[in-house]
């Protein structure tokens, strides 16, 4: 297996990659600003749950296979798309109600925790990453590729969870006080939606 110099390494860079602006992570943040603490872990988990798909993929030798079908590219991209313009409208069209407590509506966490898990999943980009950056470290003569790749996944998938919940923790907070003014809850609304609509136009224009 590898040395702890190397897992340590990985997981550093796994690290400042998870606070790193991206998608996924700004996906934590809006859900996280709109519907609570709560229901950003639930995001976060389904994103690890595909996480844990793409690095069995990798693992696998499957992500090879996808690499090199441009229409499975292109159905994926566009599912992803799609699925991120719906929440989008969602969103866009999500009532504004001001919240007198700190108290926010429930939200069924198997519904954010799909969210997350679908938004991970049918982003082509993430298991393109995860075949050109988990290799990198892998040594053959230190074990078995595919337990090596496990590892990494692993490691991966830790530092998500690490550096996504300080990320729900804070968009969380400041949720809690926007959501006590209607006018700041609409804007919110609106402004998830922009994100949400730009994030489906990046990866429909995604090439592989």
Same mark, same amino acid.
């Given at each position: 297996m590898p040395s702890l110099d190397t897992?340590?390494?990985f997981f550093g860079i796994a690290l400042l990659l998870g606070f790193?602006?991206?998608?996924?992570?700004l996906f934590v943040l809006m859900q996280s600003a709109t519907h609570g603490r709560r229901a950003g872990f639930c995001v976060v988990l389904g994103l690890c749950?595909?996480?844990?798909?793409?690095?069995a993929a990798v693992a696998l030798g499957? #992500?090879?296979?996808? #690499?090199?079908?441009? #229409?499975a590219f292109t159905v994926l991209k566009f599912t992803g798309a799609a699925y991120l313009a719906y929440l989008a409208w969602l969103s866009w069209r999500a009532p504004a109600v001001a919240q007198l407590t700190q108290q926010v509506p429930r939200m069924n966490p198997w519904r954010m925790l799909a969210r997350g898990f679908i938004m991970n999943l049918t982003n082509p980009k993430v298991i393109f990453f995860f075949l050109a950056f988990l290799p990198q470290f892998v040594?053959?003569?230190?074990?078995?590729?595919?337990?090596q790749l496990c590892w990494f996944g692993f490691l991966f998938i830790l530092a998500t969870l690490l550096s996504f919940g300080?990320?729900?923790c804070f968009a969380a907070a400041l949720g809690e006080r926007l959501r006590r003014?209607?006018?700041a809850q609409r804007v919110m609304h609106r402004l998830t939606a922009v994100v949400f609509a730009?994030?489906?136009?990046?990866?429909a224009l995604a090439k592989a």
């Open positions: 897992s340590l390494t790193s602006p991206g998608p996924d992570n749950c595909g996480l844990l798909v793409h690095t499957l #992500a090879a296979v996808f #690499a090199a079908s441009p #229409a040594y053959p003569g230190l074990g078995p590729i595919a337990l300080l990320i729900t003014s209607s006018a730009g994030l489906a136009i990046r990866l």
